[in-house]
C-alpha cells in the first residue's frame, strides 16, 4: 500500500493471490529457537513501541469467524467502453443516482467523512491524474467537512456530492488487512530478515530524459557505468543485500515474510508480547507475479486448496518447491518502522472498514465511493486513500479491513462484484460532459 498496500498491494483467497493484496496468517504457536546475535553494524537492535491492541471500528458488523451475506447489487447504467480507456475521463463519466437515495447508514457516513477530512489537503493539492477533478473543486466540500458535527455525515455527503459512474461501472473488490506474523528483533536460526531500503537502490524518473516518457519510473543499481535492474527476490534470498540493507527485525516464518511482502504493511509480535509495525519503503523494481495463478495453471491446488489458507498450508507441506514458486514473484518488498496507524498512499493513516485502495488514473485519492456489491459487508461508503500494484483499472477497488482475526477471513474471502459510483464535487459530471462534447463537435470546451 498497497502507501501500506505499496505496496499499499487481493476474493476467495485464491482472488487476493491473484492480485497484489494478501495478508500472512498466524503462525503456528511454538517456543522461540535459541537467540543467536548477530552484531553487523548493518543489523541494528531497535526498540519497539508500546503495545498494541491493534483493534478496528467494526463499523459494518463483521464477525469472526466471517459468514458471507449476500447482496442484490444496482445495476449500472449500460455503457459502450472505449478500447482501453486512459484514465477516467476517456473512460467516460455518467450520472448516477441520487445520494440521498443510496442505503448509507450512520456509522458508514460518520467514518467516512472523518476518513474524507484526513484526505482534503492532499484532494486539494494533488494533481488529478483521472482528468475528473481539479484541486479547486473540492475546496468548498473540505471546508464544509471540516466543520460538519459528525451526526449530520449522511447530510454533509448528500449536500455537497453527486455520484458518477466511470465507464461500465462494473465493480470488482478484493479485499486486505494488517497481518500479524511473529518475529524477534535478534537473528535467530531459520527466522528470515527484513530488510530496509538498500542503500544501492536507484529510483529513475524516466520523464526527466524525455517528455514521452513523462509518468514513466524504473528502479535499479549502478554496475560500473550501467543502470542495471536491481536484484530479483532470488539473489536477495541468497545473500545479494549483504552490507547494503538494514535489518529491521527477522520473521520466523519466511512464508509468513512473503505474504506480507505482498499485503505491504503488518504488525511484528515479538517473543516478550510487544508489536513492531512496519510499513512498505519501496520495492525492488521487479514485476509482481501472483503465485496463486501459478500453483492453479500447474494443478498443485486440490479442490478446497483454493483459499489462502490452503496455498499456505501447501507451501508448508512443500518447503522446496513452495520455496521455488515463491522465487517466481521477483517482486520484493523493503520495510520501514511504523509508528501508530498504518500509512496508505496519501502518507496519511488508513482506517480499517472505510479506506480502500484504487487506481489513481480512474479516482481521484482520497475521494469517497459507493460499492452496490453482492457482498453485503462490503457495499456501502468507502474512501480511496491507498493504491496496489494489482489494482488496476476502473471500478477496481480493494478494501481495507484493519488487523485482527475477524479483519484477516473477511479480507481473505472478499471477492465483491457489482457496481462502482465515485462520489465526485457536485457540478463536476456536467463539466465534464459538456467539455466533451464541445471536443466531439469541434466546438469551444473549458480546460479542466
Not at 124 to 136: E, Q, Y
Not at 154 to 167: C, K, L, S, V, Y
Not at 227 to 239: H, K, M, N, S, W
Not at 241 to 252: N, T, Y
Request: include cysteine; charged fraction near 20%; glycine fraction near 12%.
Amino acid at each position: 500500500m498497497r502507501g501500506f498496500r505499496g505496496a499499499g498491494l487481493g476474493g476467495v483467497g485464491l482472488a487476493l493471490l491473484l492480485s497484489a493484496c494478501v495478508g500472512g496468517v498466524e503462525p503456528p504457536r511454538s517456543s522461540p529457537a535459541p537467540v543467536d546475535r548477530d552484531t553487523r553494524p548493518d543489523e541494528p537492535v531497535r526498540v519497539h513501541p508500546s503495545r498494541d491492541t491493534g483493534a478496528s471500528p467494526n463499523i459494518r458488523g463483521i464477525q469472526a469467524p466471517a459468514r458471507i451475506v449476500g447482496a442484490v447489487p444496482l445495476l449500472p447504467a449500460p455503457v459502450v467502453l472505449p478500447v482501453e480507456p486512459s484514465n477516467a475521463a476517456a473512460a467516460g463519466v455518467t450520472p448516477g443516482p441520487s445520494l440521498a437515495g443510496l442505503p448509507i447508514d450512520d456509522a458508514q457516513a460518520q467514518a467516512a467523512l472523518a476518513a474524507f477530512v484526513t484526505s482534503c489537503p492532499s484532494l486539494v493539492r494533488r494533481t488529478d491524474t483521472s482528468g475528473l477533478t481539479r484541486g479547486t473543486d473540492w475546496q468548498p466540500a473540505c471546508t464544509a467537512a471540516a466543520s460538519t458535527d459528525r451526526r449530520d455525515a449522511r447530510t454533509f455527503f448528500a449536500q455537497w456530492f453527486e455520484t458518477a459512474q466511470i465507464g461500465d461501472g462494473k465493480a470488482f473488490a478484493t479485499g486486505y488487512y494488517e497481518p500479524e506474523i511473529a518475529g524477534s528483533l535478534d537473528r535467530r536460526d531459520g527466522y528470515a530478515p527484513i530488510y530496509g531500503r538498500p542503500s544501492d537502490l536507484i529510483d529513475v524518473d524516466l520523464g526527466a530524459f524525455s517528455t514521452a516518457l513523462k509518468g514513466k519510473k524504473v528502479r535499479g543499481r549502478v554496475d560500473r557505468s550501467n543502470l542495471v535492474p536491481y536484484y530479483d527476490r532470488t539473489a536477495i534470498e541468497q545473500g545479494a543485500l549483504s552490507g547494503k540493507a538494514p535489518i529491521l527485525a527477522w520473521a520466523r516464518d519466511p512464508i509468513e515474510l512473503f505474504f506480507l511482502q505482498i499485503q505491504g504493511s503488518g504488525r511484528l509480535r515479538l517473543p516478550d508480547g510487544e508489536i513492531l509495525r512496519i510499513g512498505y519503503a519501496t520495492q525492488n523494481g521487479r514485476d509482481y507475479t501472483g503465485i496463486g495463478a501459478l500453483m492453479k495453471s500447474r494443478g498443485l491446488l486440490q479442490p478446497g486448496q483454493t483459499s489462502m489458507q490452503g496455498i499456505v498450508a501447501w507451501l508448508h507441506a512443500h518447503p522446496a518447491e513452495g520455496q521455488a514458486i515463491m522465487r517466481e514473484n521477483k517482486s520484493f518488498v523493503f520495510f520501514r518502522e511504523l509508528e501508530g496507524a498504518p500509512l496508505g498512499a496519501l502518507g496519511l493513516p488508513v482506517t480499517g472498514q472505510v479506506s480502500a485502495a484504487a487506481d489513481v488514473k480512474f479516482v481521484p485519492l482520497g475521494a469517497p465511493v459507493f460499492l452496490s456489491l453482492d457482498r453485503q459487508d462490503a457495499s456501502g461508503l468507502w474512501v480511496a486513500q491507498d493504491t496496489g500494484g494489482a489494482i488496476e483499472g476502473s471500478n477496481r477497488f480493494d478494501t481495507f479491513w484493519g488487523a485482527g482475526a475477524a479483519a484477516e477471513a473477511t479480507a481473505g474471502g472478499m471477492a465483491g462484484r457489482g457496481t462502482a459510483y465515485l462520489l465526485l464535487p457536485i457540478g463536476t459530471v456536467a463539466r465534464l460532459n459538456s467539455q466533451a462534447s464541445g471536443a466531439r463537435y469541434g466546438g469551444p470546451s473549458a480546460q479542466p
